[in-house]
């Protein structure tokens, strides 16, 4: 892996407010032929890591306060979010945040306002070849789509502006599981692509069936960071993360263990 050409996080603090310390120590690495996936509980800091990725610390009060975002090895954290759009990084936030009362056209036209007329036709073309039922709908409100097919208008809308690396804060939550399969068969094929996918997941078997690497967010630090087969088969992701236990954090569950072994 050339780590000149590489989406990184080195050791990140986060404060929002001045005062709430949300991330408190967060490392990753993303390469442009990688998924990588990011587990975490609610609260873990996942979607804090998103914005200081992406330059939208800003609006929601929150400061990097020690380490850095690099893009193929300079700063990206100190661009604005417009700026780290053209340098190849895009994302699609939390919730599906389509514009209700555009089209689904207008949409995808807004995402790809970055680029040149020409650009933004020939993107557009290229985005209903690979979502063919946003093909069908392109003169409809997004407000009308289903939740299936907003979250598709959302992950189209970031593909506009051609990104080297997209970023998607759990793109399958509240959907059903055969919408959760063609969202996880998307990711697949835009990094098939050539596009580095980090994939914020609470769905931890979904995230680990299509990711290279993993990491595991607690408390704003990143305790935990494998190669996907490795977490798949770690028997404290399993039963925190794959939903076999009730256990209320992975290192409840490690201390837990602990505990028990010296017990016996
Ligand atoms: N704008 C904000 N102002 C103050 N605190 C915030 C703000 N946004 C998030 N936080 C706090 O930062 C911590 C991390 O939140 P974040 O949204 O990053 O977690 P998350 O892992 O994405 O959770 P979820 O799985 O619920 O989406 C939480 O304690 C949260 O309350
Ligand atoms: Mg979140």
Known sequence: MRSDLMLAVHNLEVVYEGVLRSLRGASLAVAPDRIVAVLGANGAGKTTLLRAMTGLLDVHRGKITRGQVTLDGTPLDTRRAASVVRAGVSQVMEGR????????????RIGGHTGSTADVTANLERIFAMFPVLADRRGA??????????????????????????????????LAPKLVEQIRDLIVDINAAGTGVLLIEQNAAMALSIAHHGYVMENGITVMDAPADTLRADEDIQEFYLGLGQTASLRDVKHYKRRKRWLS
């Open 97 to 108: 945040r389509v514009f209700v009362e555009f089209t689904v056209e207008e949409n995808l």
């Open 141 to 174: 409100r997004a407000g009308y789509l289903s939740g299936g097919e907003q979250q598709m208008l959302a992950i189209g809308r970031a593909l506009m502006a051609q990104p080297r690396f997209l970023l998607l804060d759990e793109p399958s939550l509240g």
